[in-house]
């Protein structure tokens, strides 16, 4: 697909020529580097060293998600969490948002359960729709418009705290999440695994592969899934199916292609969009009743078809040069009608007549997207005098294309106390019908340097061009450009323990315009961070701590159709965390956060100094998991496993004038494994604590998920 301005063309030829300039200097430089010294390569395929590969335990050997390099999580000077498949299992996590409750900096959940999206806070700042990746290429969204993974077909999740424009381009200001997906890898598999929850929701999943012939190795990972959700009316079905195969005609040579298609049909649940009076604090009537769903089940509707192909390509040019390059396109259809409530009669925050009826919103859209990403990379090793370089060269291209409808009309009200179903709905209108383009381009350097038995510099500088296009029902146009930088240092100890410290810059563009501010221009800022990070040679575990000091410009802010970009936001504090297999048998997981945020700019000028909502500023949690061994006889084979989770409290508008408390809640499970076949019940919220998890303004609280009992058995052949 074409850019659509002049400047973007050029900036697009300009990228091309930088590239082929690049792997045409590839054998100079290679030249240079054997003439001087060659370095320990870092294995990247398989094992538990690798950045795609299985997680050993609990504690990940390498990363690529902070340098686009594979990379040992020490050596990045960032803060990284990395969740691999064996701790996902034992979380019981069927969800991405689950399986990250106990990471640091991370805010999952922050609407309660939602079984469409996984909703992403980092370090502050929403991650759901531009920080999340999954193999490095983002999965970008806006609107209703985006992708959905099934945690099943991943073999590990990473999260990448603080700007990362300098790598990835435009990108959520706190941070990423990159979604790894499980991979062919010659191994010959048979694995199949069935579950059920206390709501009657069940599932099967399997996960084959092999080789086929010396060359070529296959893997198809799929899980079915469908049954009733735990709010009154809900149900799901879900289908998806992800095949990759990797073909290896030669030693120097590699290609993965990675397939998905995944289809959702569902009535939503309920628990999300009520009112402060009756969730966070008692109406008149008490408590609204979690399980409770005041949608209308009849028209009520979501469904997603959705489908990829992409591969990542390989080659290595020399001992100490490779070229790869990484391509994906992506397909999304999604229709969905909702009725959901705002408010009490008359959209009232406290009941206004005995019924306690809730004013609903009669809603619906329809939403196509389409979508390429590629990203071509140059890598080498070269050494200058006492300096060792490892380099990386890139540019990389985003296409995206949503095509919207987004519809309202006239609804009934509802009892908050007692609803009653069946009132007919108004027609609906479109207010939005629209079709917008973005496109973003970027070039990239950076470079690793290693020198003085222990230091590690690393250097990173981008530059992107970003062009928007919106046709229709709203329309407006605009492009930029932006650099981005990191500096990070960091010096390497004997005994395990790394210092380190970073600064880096970020943008984030923005879709959409006003006539105070026009088109909007991309968010901006920058990041400081120090921390120590400590890989004890005694046992295997990873501890990290870090201080950050993050800041947020441009941000829209104002009344509607009348906004500016005047608005900043900062984030500051710090984060710890400890994963550890402390021997064979025990697993740890640890992590603290706490941060101030605080509005610094704002066009309503009272708020200034305040606490932005939905966020809780101070998190808490630890888990352990206990596996008996042959010496504990009868009970070889028995896993134990306990976790406690602490959110600190928020606020529910920006005048911080309404308060949500926070909340602890116990996690637990009960496994055993014998030979090639086990079975697990994991308990989230142990105790059944009722607790709201955050509020959107008083309008639209949600509650977080109550005791979720799940059971599952696997076997392996």
Not at 203 to 227: C, I, K, N, S
Not at 260 to 285: C, E, K, R, W
Not at 497 to 517: D, E, H, M, R, W
Request: net charge negative; proline share 4%; with cysteine.
């Amino acid at each position: 697909m074409p850019l659509k301005s002049a400047s973007a063309r050029r900036s697009a030829l300009l990228a091309g020529s930088a590239v082929l300039a690049l792997v045409a200097a590839a054998p100079a430089l290679a030249q240079q580097a054997d003439e001087t010294i060659e370095l320990e390569a870092i294995v990247v395929e398989g094992g538990a060293g690798s950045a795609t590969g299985p997680v050993d335990g609990y504690v990940a050997g390498a990363t690529a998600t902070g340098s686009k390099t594979a990379t040992p999580v020490e050596e990045i000077p960032q803060s990284v969490s990395v969740i691999g498949r064996e701790e996902i299992d034992d979380l019981g996590a069927q969800k991405v948002d689950e399986a990250l409750r106990y990471t640091p900096g991370v805010y999952a959940q922050p609407f309660g359960p939602d079984s469409d999206t996984n909703w992403l806070f980092i370090r502050g700042f929403q991650a759901t729709q531009s920080g999340v990746y999954q193999d490095g290429l983002q999965l970008y969204s806006y609107a209703f418009g985006g992708f959905y993974t099934d945690s099943y077909t991943l073999e590990r999740i990473e999260v990448l705290r603080g700007a990362a424009s300098v790598l990835y381009g435009g990108s959520n200001p706190g941070g990423l999440v990159n979604l790894v997906s499980k991979r062919a890898d010659g191994e010959r598999r048979r694995e199949a695994e069935v579950g059920i929850n206390d709501a009657g929701t069940a599932y099967f999943g399997f996960d084959v592969g092999d080789q086929a012939g010396e060359t070529v190795d296959w893997r198809v990972v799929g899980r079915l899934l469908g049954g009733d959700g735990y709010s009154d009316y809900q149900d799901e079905f879900r289908g998806v199916v992800s095949p990759t195969v990797t073909w290896r005609p030669n030693e120097d040579t590699a290609l993965t292609i990675l397939a998905n298609y995944t289809y959702m049909d569902q009535t939503h649940g309920g628990g999300g969009f009520l009112p402060y009076v009756g969730t966070v604090v008692d109406a008149p009537f008490g408590r609204i009743d979690p399980d409770a769903n005041f949608t209308e089940p009849d028209i009520d509707l979501y469904e997603r078809r959705q489908g990829s192909i992409g591969y990542e390509i390989e080659h290595k040019l020399t001992d100490d040069w490779t070229v790869r390059q990484n391509a994906r396109y992506g397909h999304s259809e999604l229709h969905e009608i909702s009725v959901y409530p705002y408010g009490y009669l008359g959209y009232a925050l406290t009941p206004q007549d005995p019924d306690n009826q809730l004013t609903r919103i009669n809603f619906e859209h329809q939403t196509t997207v389409d979508t390429f990403l590629v990203d071509n990379q140059l890598e080498g090793r070269v050494d200058t005098g006492p300096l060792e370089h490892r380099l990386l060269f890139g540019a990389d291209y985003k296409w995206f294309n949503i095509d919207q409808m987004q519809a309202t009309g006239a609804s009934t009200p509802i009892s908050a106390t007692n609803p009653v179903y069946g009132g007919e709905q108004g027609p609906r209108s479109a207010y939005i019908d629209q079709d917008l383009v973005q496109q973003q381009l970027g070039v990239y350097v950076q470079d690793q340097l290693r020198f003085g038995d222990g230091f590690i510099v690393t250097l990173n500088g981008r530059y992107d061009f970003v062009d928007t296009d919106a046709t229709g029902t709203p329309s407006y146009s605009g492009s930029d450009g932006e650099f981005s930088w990191r500096a990070g240092l960091a010096y390497e100890f004997d005994n395990g323990v790394t210092p380190y410290a970073s600064a880096s810059s970020f943008f984030n563009p923005l879709i959409g315009s006003s006539a105070a501010a026009g088109f909007f221009q991309p968010e901006t800022g920058q990041q400081y961070e120090a921390g120590i990070k400590y890989a004890p040679t005694w046992f295997d575990g990873l501890f990290t701590l870090a201080v950050f000091d993050l800041t947020r410009q441009n941000v829209v802010t104002g009344p509607f159709l009348a906004e500016t970009q005047i608005g900043e936001v900062n984030s500051r504090g710090f984060e710890f965390e400890a994963k550890a297999n402390l021997t064979e048998q025990l697993k740890l997981t640890a992590a603290l956060t706490a941060f101030d945020l605080e509005i610094t700019e704002d066009a309503d000028a009272s708020i200034i100094g305040n606490t932005p909502y939905i966020v809780p500023e101070r998190q808490a949690s630890l888990a352990l998991d206990y596996t008996f061994g042959s010496e504990a006889g009868r009970f070889e084979g028995v896993t134990l496993g306990a976790g406690v989770r602490f959110v600190g409290s928020t606020f529910a508008d920006n005048a911080n004038t309404l308060e949500v408390p926070s909340a602890t809640v116990f996690d637990a499970k009960l496994g055993y494994e014998r030979d090639n076949w086990g079975v697990a019940v994991n308990v989230t919220n142990l105790f059944d604590k009722e607790y709201v998890a955050s509020c959107q303004t008083a309008y639209a609280c949600s509650y977080a998920e109550g005791r979720a009992v799940k059971f599952s058995a696997h076997m392996r052949w």
